[in-house]
C-alpha cells in the first residue's frame, strides 16, 4: 500500500506476535469507537494495557498502525473468500447464493474497523479500490468454484451484482440503508433466483 509508511517490526517470539495481535486488536477497538483520526497512539496502548513504549516499538506512527490492520483484514478478508470457494465447489447455486449473502453481514463484527480506516481519509483512495478489487475477487472465484465453466467476463459481472447485494445485504441487516422488516429475505431471494439464472447449467440447480 503506502510506500511513505516504515515497516513495522516482525516480531520472531511467540509472546512478540501475541503482543502485536493484542495491539492490533486494541488499535481495531479504538478506531472503530472514535474514528481513525481520532484515536491516538496513548489510547491504543492503554486499550491494550501496554506501555506506550511497547506500541512505539512495533508500530513507529498511526499510520504503521493502519496500514498493519488492513493487511490483516485483507488477509483475513481472503481466507474467508477460500472457505467459502471450498464449500462452493459441491453445492447448489441456492446455497452458494446464502453462503455469499451471509458472508459479510457475519464478518461485520470483525471489519467495522476497517470500514472506520477506509471512511477516514480521503488520499486512501487506491487502497479502498485494492480492497474492492480484492472483494470482487473473492466473489468470482466462489462462482467459479460452482460453475467451473462459467465464462470469465460473464463472471466478472456477477461477482460485481453479486457483490453489490452482499453489501447491501449487510445495510439492511445493520440498518444503515431504507430497508423494512422483509426486505433482506426478499433480497436474499433475490440473489437465490439471479445466480440460479445466471450460472444456469453451469452451476447446480
Known amino acids: 500500500m503506502s510506500s511513505r509508511i516504515r515497516k513495522t517490526l516482525q516480531p520472531q517470539r511467540e509472546v512478540g506476535r501475541q503482543r502485536v495481535a493484542e495491539l492490533m486488536e486494541a488499535a481495531a477497538a479504538v478506531i472503530q469507537e472514535r474514528g481513525f483520526e481520532a484515536a491516538t497512539m496513548a489510547e491504543i496502548a492503554e486499550r491494550a494495557d501496554a506501555k506506550i513504549g511497547s506500541l512505539y516499538r ?4 498511526k499510520d ?3 496500514e498493519a490492520l488492513m493487511q490483516h483484514y485483507g488477509e483475513f478478508l481472503e481466507a474467508e473468500y477460500d472457505r467459502v470457494s471450498a464449500q462452493a465447489k459441491d453445492a447448489p447455486s441456492e446455497m452458494v447464493a446464502d453462503l455469499l449473502m451471509d458472508l459479510l453481514v457475519r464478518l461485520y463484527p470483525r471489519t467495522r474497523a476497517m470500514t472506520a480506516l477506509l471512511e477516514s481519509r480521503t488520499d486512501w483512495t487506491k487502497v ?4 474492492r478489487r480484492r472483494a470482487l475477487a ?5 462462482l467459479i468454484a460452482c460453475a467451473p ?4 467476463k460473464k463472471a466478472d459481472d456477477v461477482a460485481t451484482v453479486v457483490f453489490n447485494n452482499m453489501r447491501t445485504m449487510v445495510g439492511m441487516t ?3 440503508t431504507p430497508t423494512s422488516p422483509g ?22 440447480k
Open 183 to 204: 426486505a433482506p429475505d426478499e433480497l436474499r431471494l433475490m440473489n437465490r433466483l439471479y445466480l440460479a439464472e445466471r450460472l444456469g447449467r453451469d452451476g447446480k
Open 58 to 61: 512495533f508500530f513507529p506512527n
Open 128 to 131: 479502498r479500490i485494492w480492497f
Open 64 to 66: 504503521a498502525v493502519a
Open 174 to 176: 445493520m440498518k444503515d
Open 149 to 152: 465453466t462459467l465464462d470469465d
Open 138 to 142: 473473492g466473489v468470482k472465484r466462489v
